[in-house]
């Protein structure tokens, strides 16, 4: 099975600050890479999928970047609204793994 | 606009099987995959399995094979993840989403949530 692993666990920053997330993949995953936005609760929500395509009614704030095995999520201004757990899911196998999470929370 | 809609709260005992719906409205159920997804308490997100509406073929993570059964009424628009011989490592709040319709492994739309409570 491929492992995603996020870095770091939880990131502690303040509105305006640029936000920068790391998930690698254990084998290349070319770019079969989705990001996904979860608040206490409530279920996920998909932010981007092939590592850089913004989903529909997604602020451009976020944009994602990577290939292969290392990738990257950046919120260029980080806003109220987006202190919340990301995770990154694989979708190159069926399988679908996701990972750990990180957790974005107020400095 | 599309909706998936789960039911709500369940406990069952250790041992039992649960049986999980989740109700498509929007779109056309039978043109995108179901896919279930589960969060235990304070944990991340696990893929437990997806169902193709159309055919009723289904595709399991490993170490679901044998103990998660997923079936579909498309009279009703409706998917169903049953789970059985549950124990407390399976206390979590269960997700059904749909498949994107070019990559069908991202999950586009998302249910509320169902929580199972597994206690004795």
């Known amino acids: 099975d491929i492992q995603m692993t996020q870095s770091p666990s939880t990131l502690s920053a303040s509105v305006g600050d640029r936000v920068t997330i790391t998930c690698r993949a254990s084998?290349?995953?070319?770019?079969?890479l989705a990001w996904y936005q979860q608040k206490p609760g409530k279920a996920p929500k998909l932010l981007l999928f092939?590592?850089?395509t913004l989903e529909s009614g997604v602020p451009s704030r976020f944009s994602g970047s990577g290939s292969g095995t290392e990738f990257t999520l950046t919120i260029s201004s980080l806003q109220p609204d987006d202190f919340a757990t990301y995770y990154c899911?694989?979708?190159?196998?069926?399988?679908?793994?996701f990972g750990q999470g990180t957790k974005v929370e107020s400095k | 606009q599309v909706q998936l809609v789960q039911s709500g709260a369940e406990v069952k005992k250790p041992g039992a099987s649960v049986k999980v719906p989740c109700k498509a409205s929007?779109?056309?159920?039978?043109?995108?995959?179901i896919h279930w997804v589960r969060q235990a308490p304070g944990q991340g997100l696990e893929w437990m399995g997806r169902?193709?509406?159309?055919?009723?073929?289904?595709n399991f993570a490993q170490r679901f094979q044998g103990r998660v059964t997923l079936t579909r009424d498309t009279s009703i628009s409706t998917a169903y993840m049953e789970l059985s011989r549950l124990t407390s490592d399976d206390t979590a709040l269960y997700f059904c989403?749909?498949?994107?319709?070019?990559?069908?492994?991202?999950?586009?739309?998302w249910g509320q949530g169902t929580l199972v409570t597994v206690s004795s």
């Open positions: 169902i193709n509406p159309a055919s009723g073929d289904a």
């Open positions: 929007g779109y056309t159920f039978t043109g995108y995959f």
């Open positions: 899911q694989q979708y190159d196998s069926y399988s679908g793994t």
């Open positions: 084998q290349s995953i070319s770019s079969w």
């Open positions: 092939k590592a850089t």
């Open positions: 989403a749909r498949g994107h319709l070019i990559y069908g492994m991202v999950h586009d739309y």
